[in-house]
T-cell receptor, first 114, second 110 residues
Framework: DAGVIQSPRHEVTEMGQEVTLRCKPI?????LFWYRQTMMRGLELLIY????????DSGMPEDRFSAKMPNASFSTLKIQPSEPRDSAVYFC????????????FGPGTRLTVL | KNEVEQSPQNLTAQEGEFITINCSYS?????LHWLQQHPGGGIVSLFM???GKKKHGRLIATINIQEKHSSLHITASHPRDSAVYIC????????????FGQGTRLTINP
């Protein structure tokens, strides 16, 4: 199995631009998570999908952030417009059943907003 | 006060030493996870446990539900064990999502 796949691995953009991060979960996994990691706040859950349905989006910072999961094998996290404080590493993870299960993390996308 | 506290925050040891990293939490939980984050940034799940002890190679994780405490032990430590180790708990009540500790940065010198 290829594991969780994320793209791009690195993204540098200018303030105000739209950013789209992509994730392909492990085949057969029913839950998908988007996390953000910063030095100040550590790992934070942004949003969690189960069977393609958003279950908990309370961690999404504000309306500039949106996430979709159109099918079981693909999810996007979009930031529009981006701001320098959005600079972080964004991880996607998936688990076989639910949030309680072991989670498998992707390699992350390092986002820098100038 | 954070719901999940790890100690120490930083730990440096010599190759071969026995390592212990501690995790204390303040809420009732369904499960506790130990994660490893390598210097390159990738995160790997090491253990998920809700009681007792689990062992995988040189790594051992224990949990005491009554005392709300878990430990991660590394026997015969090696420089390749150098990483950040993160404890995360899944609360029984409240938001159904992992709550993370701030991590313990472990450096093993040859």
């Amino acid at each position: 199995d290829a594991g969780v796949i994320q793209s791009p691995r690195h993204e540098v953009t200018e303030m105000g631009q739209e950013v789209t991060l992509r994730c392909k979960p492990i085949s057969g996994h029913n839950s998908l998570f988007w996390y953000r990691q910063t030095m100040m706040r550590g790992l934070e859950l942004l949003i969690y999908f189960n069977n393609n349905v958003p279950i908990d989006d309370s961690g999404m910072p504000e309306d500039r952030f949106s996430a979709k999961m159109p099918n079981a094998s693909f999810s996007t996290l979009k930031i529009q417009p981006s701001e320098p404080r959005d600079s972080a590493v964004y991880f996607c993870a998936s688990s076989r059943l639910a949030a309680l299960d072991e989670q498998f993390f992707g390699p992350g996308t390092r986002l820098t907003v100038l | 006060k954070n719901e999940v506290e790890q100690s120490p925050q930083n730990l440096t040891a010599q190759e071969g030493e026995f390592i212990t990293i501690n995790c204390s939490y303040s809420v009732g939980i369904s499960a506790l996870h130990w994660l490893q984050q390598h210097p390159g940034g990738g995160i790997v799940s090491l253990f998920m446990l809700s009681s007792g002890k689990k062992k995988h190679g040189r790594l051992i994780a224990t949990i005491n539900i009554q005392e709300k405490h878990s430990s991660l032990h590394i026997t015969a430590s090696h420089p390749r064990d150098s990483a950040v180790y993160i404890c995360a708990v899944f609360p029984i009540q409240g938001a159904q999502k992992l709550v993370f500790g701030q991590g313990t940065r472990l450096t093993i010198n040859p």
